[in-house]
């Protein structure tokens, strides 16, 4: 973990001026809807998705530079994702990060518009993308991964697989699939943007990327639906339980908390094999892999 803490907080603070010049650029034509904009975005992110997309890239030789339109756009989507979720008719939470959810400190409408106006300029930003090497096709490459990712074949998907598995009993695979969409396709594609846009990787080490991206996002999920169960609600920055009481199929009610925390012992080591196969200092995404599973919120 050593050599984490730094690097999070680089590429933190990078992201994040980069996400502040993007939405002041925006114009002043709708104060509201920019200062939720502005709101979601900056609610204590840990910014993730952007480091996966940096630690990434890096590894593989890519600059930072290069980088930005996809850590950007990517935690643009990420926090529209978590907009929507929070809204009445979906998970109908009321905080997020010890704050209230958008939706709460605005209203309904004023944060829908919110995460729509997120999403799109998600994908402007790459649209926009310029790169050192002229590469005029990887912009529309960049935009199919995260549409795919944020769509019906990811995000989107998964969250009405979530919704209608509500007071359902679901099967592990089910609970799998719905998890590999939900939470895992974004994750998967910081990981694969970050290699489209680094030079010259193999076939061979962009599929252990997606296998390594792949075992890292269910691991992330199996390590959030244990903190609902053994967490503590001001560390996690919602309830404690709030899975439990909304009545989700989750791995602890699944499998019982020990035997999710050996699924998550299980996944931890899937990705770990997935680097070892890489040709590149893995060090940094190794540090990100132990920080998932043993991080407290």
């Known amino acids: 973990m050593s ?150 074949r990811g995000m989107c998907g998964g969250q009405a697989m979530d919704l209608a598995a509500t007071n359902s009993a679901i099967s592990e695979q089910q609970l799998k699939h719905l998890h590999q969409l939900k939470t895992g396709a974004l994750l998967k594609a910081a990981v694969q943007m970050a290699a489209e846009i680094a030079p010259d990787v193999s076939t061979e080490s962009y599929q252990q990327l997606t296998t390594f991206s792949e075992a890292l996002g269910l691991a992330f999920q199996v390590q959030d639906d244990i903190l609902d169960v053994i967490g503590d609600s001001s560390t996690l920055g919602k309830p404690q339980g709030s899975d439990q009481a909304q009545n989700k199929s989750t791995y602890p009610s699944l499998l019982g908390l020990q035997g999710a925390k050996n699924y998550l012992s299980e996944l931890h080591q899937q990705a770990l094999h997935a680097l070892d196969a890489l040709p590149y200092n893995t060090r940094v995404l190794v540090a990100f892999n132990d920080f998932i599973v043993q991080r407290d919120h």
Do not use: W
């Not at 809807?33 to 979601?40: D, G, P, T, V």
């Not at 809204?87 to 704050?99: F, H, W, Y």
């Not at 518009?113 to 590469?135: H, V, W, Y």
């Open 3 to 152: 050599v984490l803490p730094n690097q999070l907080k680089d590429y933190q603070r990078r992201v994040d001026s980069l996400l502040e010049k993007n939405i002041n650029n925006a114009g002043e034509h709708a104060p509201r809807l920019k200062k939720a904009m502005q709101y979601a975005l900056f609610n204590g992110g840990k910014r993730m998705r952007p480091f996966l997309v940096y630690a990434t890239g890096e590894m593989l030789g890519a600059t930072l530079d290069d980088l930005d339109c996809a850590a950007v756009a990517i935690e643009c989507m990420h926090a529209y994702s978590l907009i929507h979720d929070d809204l009445p008719a979906m998970d109908d939470d009321d905080m997020r990060r010890g704050k209230p959810t958008c939706h709460i400190a605005f209203d309904e409408a004023t944060a829908i518009l919110a995460g729509d106006a997120l999403q799109t300029m998600a994908f402007e930003i790459l649209a926009n993308a310029q790169f050192k090497i002229d590469t005029p096709k990887l912009p529309l490459q960049l935009i199919k991964l995260l549409a795919s990712a944020s769509g019906y």
